[in-house]
């Protein structure tokens, strides 16, 4: 199966860095891979009309068939060329394939006929698990996870990669463990489809207030047609949209936080999420949306998110989450005093509780949020990813004592992972999330239609909560791969030391570009909602 998401360490402090992303059971970038043998902000806002002016770029396309089959062993590589005995060719004039140990690469260069879509299709084969990155040229455009192929040479591909005429070098680069490579076969294919987009528009969650539910159904409606604007700020500021505001003179729709504060006990985290409640409400008079992610710090004196700082599988063994999720204390001591829950399920209640103690001063006010809880679980970083299904019964806790139990009504569900083996059903999830650290603007278009065509998610809306370089405009209209939102991740990968916008990660002018796009929708144009909606056709 194929992922095009990179492994980016971070850790939870005070302020979050990145969250890597990894694993390598994999929903496929192409569905259909086949088995083979072989401050706060300052300004006020003002209602304008959306500007027609600065639609994205157009691309020529020049649908045509293509077909190309590439010997691996006839390719540029510094890894191993081995027959079919498994010894070393000494020859390259085919028959073997190349194995490729972690940080070794193949380069194959294919020459296309004309500038279209075309699908990368490899024959792979992997002992353990491998991740194959897929660069065209110097850009980073997708990954094939391979997992254990017991031996048998498989079929992965990444789809609707826009290529131009002429020569393009592609190079696959072993990320982690080891992979066999066959054959390259490149052939033509199409951008997305906009049968894609076609979601539900209802909340998942039962209760969900009248002003939650009329915002999924208006994200639901512009999904496809624009791209919101979004940025992630640290905890407690709003540093990073002040500083994307003196450079495009417009603000994001969507301001993201994240809540891993809320359940430290020292007076420091204490005020910087009662700061941060204060910027999102006021972010909410303003017209904009607010979101948070959740990364947990483990329910127990270590207080981390350590893959070894809580044992998940063992607290929830046994358990039923959506009997545990609506259970009050007296029940809740009953089962301890009666050995039938362990101290760790009752700490993980305790800490929901906490949390949902802060999302109701949000709740109180009518004031709808995207909640991303528990993200990443399908790596080996967090202790809420010990194993998927310890993992979907975590998830389905959340909801069931959040939602149900404390009776939160502001929730939009966000998860936010690449292996659906992870996935806890359609009905706990509306929105699927996405991370891309790849130094790349690519759209990511074979990601995003495996994700909208996998039959596991019942087709969700698809966005990307997290960024290092904010993807392009032009190539997700181009690819017709429209994320309802893209946004860079806070601190390095958007300010400086000094507050101002760094050109580290995103240049300038792509930002000023994308804020003066017609098919990106900022906050002032967002006032004007009914306004979108009706000249989206």
């Known amino acids: 199966m194929v992922y095009i998401m990179k492994k980016l360490t971070r850790i939870i402090s005070a302020v979050l860095c990145a969250v ?20 706060t902000a300052s300004s006020e806002t003002s209602t304008v009309e959306i500007p027609q002016e600065n639609p994205p770029k157009e691309f020529q396309i020049v649908s045509q068939t293509f077909i190309s089959k590439m010997e691996a062993e006839k390719g540029t590589f510094n890894g191993t060329a081995l027959g079919e005995d498994g010894e070393e060719l000494q020859n390259s004039d085919g028959g073997g394939f190349v194995r490729l140990k972690k940080g070794q690469h193949l380069t194959e260069i294919v020459t296309a006929k004309t500038t279209q879509f075309y699908r990368v299709v490899i024959l792979a084969r992997a002992n353990d698990s491998a991740s194959v990155k897929l660069r065209v040229g ?72 009248v002003d939650t539910a009329m915002l999924m159904r208006n994200l639901a409606e512009l999904y496809g047609k624009y791209t ?15 500083a ?42 303003r017209g904009g949306i607010c979101s948070y992610s959740w990364h947990w710090y483990s329910p127990n004196p270590i207080r981390g998110t350590n893959a070894d700082d ?24 009953l089962q301890l005093d009666n050995e039938l829950m362990t101290q760790e399920a009752a700490d993980l209640i305790h800490d929901l509780d906490e949390l949902a103690e802060v999302i109701k001063q949000l709740d109180a006010e009518n004031i709808p949020i995207l909640f991303e809880p528990i993200p990443h679980g399908d790596t080996d970083l967090f202790w809420w990813g ?8 975590l998830w389905i806790l959340v909801f069931t004592r959040l939602g ?9 569900w966000v998860w936010n992972n690449s292996d659906f083996s992870y996935y806890p059903g359609d009905k706990y999830v509306d929105i699927i999330g996405q ?34 370089i904010l993807t392009s405009i032009d190539f997700m209209n181009r690819d017709n791969a429209m994320w309802l939102w893209t946004a860079p991740a806070e601190g390095e990968y958007t300010i400086d030391k000094t507050g101002a916008f760094s050109e580290k990660y995103t240049k300038k002018a792509a930002l000023r570009y994308a804020y003066d796009c017609n098919k990106c929708v900022t906050l002032d144009e967002m006032q004007n909602i009914d306004l979108l909606l009706a000249g989206s056709g």
């Open 138 to 209: 110097d850009t980073v455009e997708g990954m094939y996870s391979i997992p254990n192929t017991d031996g048998e040479f498989q079929l992965f591909a990444v789809d609707n990669l826009y290529l131009s005429v002429g020569m393009s070098a592609l190079t696959f680069t072993s990320e982690n463990g080891t992979a066999d490579i066959d054959c390259v076969v490149v052939e033509n294919s199409r951008k997305a489809s906009d049968d894609l987009y076609k979601v539900g528009t209802a909340c998942i969650a039962e209760n969900a207030s």
């Open 435 to 468: 991370s891309f650290y790849e130094n790349s603007q690519s759209a990511f278009a074979g990601r995003f239609t495996a994700l909208s065509s996998d039959a596991a998610t019942g087709r969700k809306i698809l966005a990307v909560t997290e960024c290092d």
């Open 310 to 333: 809580f044992a998940l599988a063992e607290a929830l063994d046994g358990v039923e989450p959506t009997e545990l999720g609506m259970m009050n204390e007296d029940g809740i001591q």
């Open 386 to 393: 010990d194993d998927a299904e310890s993992y979907q019964k």
């Open 228 to 242: 919101l604007t979004a940025q992630n700020v640290s905890c407690g500021s709003n540093a990073e949209i002040d």
């Open 404 to 412: 149900k139990y404390n009776g939160l009504k502001n929730l939009i």
């Open 20 to 39: 890597m992303l990894g694993g390598c059971s994999r929903i496929a970038d192409n569905p259909n891979s086949v088995k083979t043998s072989t401050s």
């Open 244 to 285: 994307v505001y003196t450079e495009t003179g417009k603000y994001p729709v969507i301001r993201a936080s994240e809540l891993a504060l809320a359940l430290k006990d020292d007076a420091h985290s204490a005020e910087v999420i009662k700061n941060d409640i204060s910027l999102a409400k006021e972010w909410h008079e």
